[in-house]
């Protein structure tokens, strides 16, 4: 699944002149649901009570296939990952082919992340109904 970048896009990318907000507006056009399910958790995240404000994830499966390969393509992306963290002011964490997570930008979140990024975490959430995702 590729990005639909616009020809005035592409010549700007081309001179090295793209914003993080063009760049995040291509990323929303091109991979809506991505940019829509980490929207929404961003949401979330920030809907939370300031002591509990950590995380918020996904455990929902994508609807179809082409929504699976959106989310894929965004999580598989250093640069729309970012760009979506920066864009949303989150850090994204990303487990199997759904579970997405937002964690808080400052230091009290560093714990909860590491514990979702870490080989037990990753262990504990494999499922024989994941196996073809």
Do not use: W
């Not at 592409?10 to 399910?37: H, I, N």
């Amino acid at each position: 699944m590729s990005l639909t970048v616009a020809p005035d896009l592409l010549q700007k990318a081309e001179a090295g002149d793209v914003t993080d907000a063009e760049f995040a507006q291509c990323v929303r056009e091109s991979l809506p649901y991505a940019y829509d399910l980490v929207a929404g958790l961003a949401a979330q995240l920030g809907d939370q009570n300031p002591q509990d404000r950590i995380f918020a994830d996904n455990r929902t499966e994508p609807p179809s296939e082409q929504h699976r390969a959106q989310l894929l393509r965004a999580m598989a992306s250093d640069a729309i990952r970012g760009v979506l963290g920066r864009h949303f002011a989150v850090r994204i964490a990303f487990q199997n082919c759904h579970r997405v997570a937002v964690f808080a930008a400052g230091a009290d979140a560093d714990g909860a992340l590491a514990r979702f990024t870490s080989v037990p975490a990753q262990l504990l959430n494999q499922s024989p109904d994941l196996v073809n995702c």
